[in-house]
């Protein structure tokens, strides 16, 4: 028991810290304000990696990532907490701790290296970071560009039959735009439409997804959600894992908010398969299962603290990106009860294809923003909007271009593949931790 407290320590005081390097809050309830730590939902203390005055001064400056860092700031918060010292030990103790655990560990603390060099060539204190050696450290596999022909062709005869038929791939993009304008999420009904969409959904969560998990987690609330619109925000929505409150009895009550950028450009079936995204059963329920999991005394500390750019956070955004299939019981998108829903959603793909293809052309071809943007437009069907914040804010930040991005496809691939080998009894519950805290590559040992 002492070492495993010792342990979690050791992870709590690596993850915040570089997190906190990076100007990351854990406690902060809105997306744009967490970074790197995507929950902290346990009761534990946090660790002086949070809580020192010199690092509430280094979030405050915005960490690594500023336009301008605070050099000041960096400097006054590594003389009082050993960051690298702790990424080191968390990769140590990880080997030694073995077996699952310490696999997915590991998976933790080689992206944690990954981000702290990240964060060094920032400051122009080390060398740059090799492209592969960041996607291979967040997706367990190198990098490639993406394929989107059997998507865009399945997308174009789809509208055909809704009435927009394209020749060419400039008619194919304002055939797609016609089809969506015709169907736009109104912006002054989005809490109505999002509280409608959970519902539907949780419908299907609760006939084709939990009756495979075990009964102790039925009873945990899958979208205990609170929607938040917010003007021009990078992403075009984020789930955030909240989970601290409590009833009057102690027990968690798996709480999550849930942010959409306001100035989105989309359609109600692309919003359908965003809603199950981020909410139901994606996001907001793969988080409350853990933290069931967490409470039940079946996950260790690590649970509480999921991280962002790991192997981990691939794994959830597959999860996530298959969640609109999960919830009707199937398998492929074709079979899709509608549709308008199956369009939706292959457009929906095809963003988190543009997402890693904006990482490729960025990073692994050294294009420029505007070649990277158009080649979004016409080849992955993003709305304008899209291109420009992929190709910008997401595609060249240092950290998000090279981890994040390739995440998405990778993450998607793999659960496809998962859900296709394995019957819905076998799949579910490893996806859902129920046999161990797994990502996308240690997923294979529980299965």
């Known amino acids: 028991m002492t070492d495993d407290r010792s342990l979690?320590?050791?992870?709590?005081?690596?993850?915040?810290?570089?997190?906190?390097?990076?100007?990351?809050?854990?406690?902060?309830?809105?997306?744009?304000?967490?970074?790197?730590?995507?929950?902290?939902?346990?009761?534990?203390?946090?660790?002086?990696a949070y809580t020192h005055p010199a690092a509430a001064r280094l979030r405050k400056s915005g960490?690594?990532?500023?336009?301008?860092?605070?050099?000041?700031?960096?400097?006054?918060?590594?003389?009082?907490?050993?960051?690298?010292?702790?990424?080191?030990?968390?990769?140590?103790?990880?080997r030694e701790k073995g077996g699952?655990?310490?696999?997915?560990?590991?998976g933790v603390a080689d992206s944690l290296s990954v981000m702290w060099d990240l964060a060094q060539e920032q400051l122009g204190r080390g060398p740059a970071v090799p492209y592969e050696r960041c996607v291979r450290s967040s997706c367990g596999q190198p990098p490639t560009p993406s394929r989107p022909e059997e998507k865009r062709r399945r997308v174009a005869e789809l509208l055909a039959r809704a009435g927009h038929p394209s020749r060419t791939p400039r008619e194919l993009l304002s055939a797609v735009e016609a089809w969506r304008a015709g169907r736009l999420v109104p912006r002054h009904s989005i809490r109505q439409l999002s509280d409608a969409f959970v519902a539907w959904l949780e419908e299907g969560t609760r006939m084709h997804v939990v009756p495979h998990l075990p009964a102790s987690l039925h009873g945990v609330p899958r979208a205990n959600v609170r929607f938040l619109p917010l003007a021009?925000?990078?992403?075009?929505?984020?789930?955030?894992?909240?989970?601290?409150?409590?009833?009057?009895?102690?027990?968690?009550?798996?709480?999550?908010?849930?942010?959409?950028n306001a100035s989105l450009q989309i359609s109600v079936p692309e919003f359908a398969a965003l809603v199950a995204h981020e909410?139901?059963?994606?996001?907001?329920?793969?988080?409350?299962?853990?933290?069931?999991?967490?409470?039940?005394?079946?996950?260790?500390?690590?649970?509480?603290?999921?991280t962002m750019n790991t192997r981990g956070a691939t794994l959830f955004e597959g999860i996530a990106n298959n969640a609109i299939l999960m919830a009707f019981g199937v398998r492929e998108v074709e079979d899709l009860p509608d549709e308008d829903l199956q369009l939706g959603t292959l457009l929906f793909l095809l963003q988190d294809d543009a997402k890693n293809q904006s990482s490729w052309l960025t990073w692994g071809e050294g294009r420029s923003q505007p070649?990277?943007?158009?080649?979004?437009?016409?080849d992955y069907l993003v709305s304008a909007e899209r291109a420009d914040k992929l190709s910008g804010a997401w595609g060249r930040h240092p950290l998000l271009g090279r981890m994040v991005l390739p995440a998405y496809r990778a993450g998607t691939e793999k659960v496809a593949a998962l859900r296709r080998a394995?019957?819905?009894?076998?799949?579910?519950?490893?996806?859902?931790?129920?046999?161990?805290?797994?990502?996308?590559?240690?997923?294979?040992?529980?299965l």
Not at 286 to 302: I, N, P, S, W, Y
Request: proline fraction near 5%; glycine fraction near 12%; avoid cysteine.
């Open 100 to 106: 699952l655990r310490g696999a997915y560990l590991e």
């Open 8 to 48: 979690d320590a050791t992870t709590a005081t690596a993850i915040l810290g570089v997190d906190t390097i990076w100007g990351g809050d854990v406690l902060d309830p809105s997306g744009a304000g967490r970074f790197i730590a995507d929950s902290w939902f346990s009761d534990e203390p946090l660790p002086v």
């Open 422 to 446: 394995h019957p819905p009894g076998r799949i579910i519950p490893a996806l859902f931790g129920v046999n161990g805290l797994v990502d996308v590559v240690t997923i294979d040992q529980v």
């Open 232 to 260: 021009d925000a990078v992403f075009s929505g984020s789930m955030n894992y909240v989970g601290r409150a409590r009833d009057a009895g102690g027990a968690p009550l798996y709480e999550a908010t849930y942010e959409l």
């Open 279 to 306: 909410v139901v059963p994606g996001h907001a329920t793969t988080f409350a299962l853990a933290q069931g999991l967490h409470v039940q005394g079946k996950l260790g500390f690590e649970g509480t603290v999921l």
């Open 63 to 94: 960490g690594v990532a500023a336009q301008e860092a605070d050099l000041g700031a960096v400097d006054a918060y590594l003389a009082a907490v050993d960051v690298p010292g702790a990424v080191r030990d968390l990769s140590a103790r990880s």
């Open 371 to 378: 070649e990277v943007a158009a080649t979004l437009r016409a």
